[in-house]
Structures are given as structure tokens and as C-alpha cells.
T-cell receptor, first 114, second 114 residues
Framework: KNQVEQSPQSLIILEGKNCTLQ??????????LRWYKQDTGRGPVSLTI?????NTKSNGRYTATLDADTKQSSLHITASQLSDSASYIC?????????????FGAGTILRVKS | EAQVTQNPRYLITVTGKKLTVTCSQN?????MSWYRQDPGLGLRQIYYSMNVEVTDKGDVPEGYKVSRKEKRNFPLILESPSPNQTSLYFC?????????????FGPGTRLTVT
């Protein structure tokens, strides 16, 4: 069964600190892996998209890693800011006959406090 | 500005009263999709559309209908809403269903069925 599991479910950190969110998946066949940020009451917004051959990708203070062998990904946030408080969703894209199907994790809720 | 819009943003209705949630995108995207998001679960796909007049069921299509008469619009129809359809709904679009195309999400519609 295609699944995406994220940990931890929630996390509280102090402003300025770093943190790492984890994502494990069993999706097959694999096409790409995405990390989204979802602010409360808003739609998800893409942070990074990585294909099989990419093992790291950065977007400002966000760095995603991918280990396709172990089917694991992480999202590292550096020097956190209050505006980083959000839900972070790992999404794995699977190759289907018609195109790609997205399988969503339940998300990690991050709260950054001052 | 490139965007996906949804209306209404909030809706409270009663069991059995037909309703439609509209979705529109201004990016000339071929692929559009509807998701629902429930606490503790990842986004689940309800229906998707590869192009005009081409729609298909996602993972949780029961109780929903869609249509794609024009490229920019993809309304979600609940013919006889029930309380278990209380959820947060997102419309999304991308240029095509395949590859690493960015998927853009609307702002969400929070539906409560009493």
C-alpha cells in the first residue's frame, strides 16, 4: 500500500534554532518527492521537488534531502523564524498510467516561539 | 497574478441540501484536482481532470460529482451532503499530470454539514 509517514506529528522550537522533519514512504513506482508548507487556513505551497537522482535541494533556509534507497526524506529548517510556524507536508508522486498521483503525508505541525 | 480561486471559503449547510463549490484557475492548466483534508490525515484526492470533458475518480469519490466544461473551471458538487462530508476542501491545478510540474492549491473551502 502506498503510504507516506511523517514524524514528529508536532514540534515546538525556539526562534533561531534549527530543526529537522522526517518523512518515510512506501510509494512505488516513485516519480518525485515534494515538501509543502501549509499555513493555518491556507492552501499548501511548494518548497522543494526532488527526483530520484537528486539527494539534496535547498530553498532559502529550507534544505530537503532524499535517500531513494531507504525511501526516506528530511526537511531541515535553519535559523527558524516565527513565520516558519506551519504544517509541513511530505508528498510522494507515483507514476500512474495517466500521469502522476500524489500521496500525501499527514504533516508535521511546527510551532516556532520567541 | 497566477492563482487558483475557490468559492465559497466557508459554508455551513444542512444534510441533503445540494451545494456546489467552484474552482477556477487562470494559468491555462490542463490538470485539475479536488482534495479533502481531515485532522490527522493527509490530503485525499476526490476527483481529478486531465483536461476538458475528461474526469476520473480519485481515492474518496463517494458522494461527490465534478464537471469540466471549460479548461479554467472545475466545480465540486455535493448532491446530498451528509455530516461525514464536513471537511476542508482544496482545489489544485498543474500544467499536466505528469513529471515534476508544480501543483498550485487554492485557499480552501471549509464545509460544515449539520
Amino acid at each position: 500500500k502506498n503510504q507516506v509517514e511523517q514524524s514528529p506529528q508536532s514540534l515546538i522550537i525556539l526562534e533561531g534554532k534549527n530543526c529537522t522533519l522526517q518523512c518515510n514512504y512506501t510509494v512505488s513506482p516513485f516519480s518525485n518527492l515534494r515538501w509543502y508548507k501549509q499555513d493555518t487556513g491556507r492552501g499548501p505551497v511548494s518548497l522543494t521537488i526532488m527526483t530520484f537522482s537528486e539527494n539534496t535541494k535547498s530553498n532559502g533556509r529550507y534544505t530537503a534531502t532524499l535517500d531513494a534507497d531507504t525511501k526516506q526524506s528530511s526537511l531541515h529548517i535553519t535559523a527558524s523564524q516565527l513565520s516558519d510556524s506551519a504544517s509541513y507536508i511530505c508528498v510522494v508522486s507515483s507514476i500512474m498510467e495517466y500521469g502522476n498521483k500524489l500521496v500525501f503525508g499527514a504533516g508535521t505541525i511546527l510551532r516556532v516561539k520567541s | 497574478e497566477a492563482q487558483v480561486t475557490q468559492n465559497p471559503r466557508y459554508l455551513i449547510t444542512v444534510t441533503g441540501k445540494k451545494l456546489t463549490v467552484t474552482c477556477s484557475q487562470n494559468m491555462n492548466h490542463e490538470y485539475m484536482s479536488w482534495y479533502r483534508q481531515d485532522p490527522g490525515l493527509g490530503l485525499r484526492q476526490i476527483y481529478y481532470s486531465m483536461n476538458v470533458e475528461v474526469t476520473d475518480k480519485g481515492d474518496v469519490p463517494e458522494g461527490y460529482k465534478v464537471s469540466r466544461k471549460e479548461k479554467r473551471n472545475f466545480p465540486l458538487i455535493l448532491e446530498s451532503p451528509s455530516p461525514n462530508q464536513t471537511s476542508l476542501y482544496f482545489c489544485a491545478s498543474s500544467s499536466t499530470a505528469g513529471g515534476i510540474n508544480e501543483q498550485y492549491f487554492g485557499p480552501g473551502t471549509r464545509l460544515t454539514v449539520t
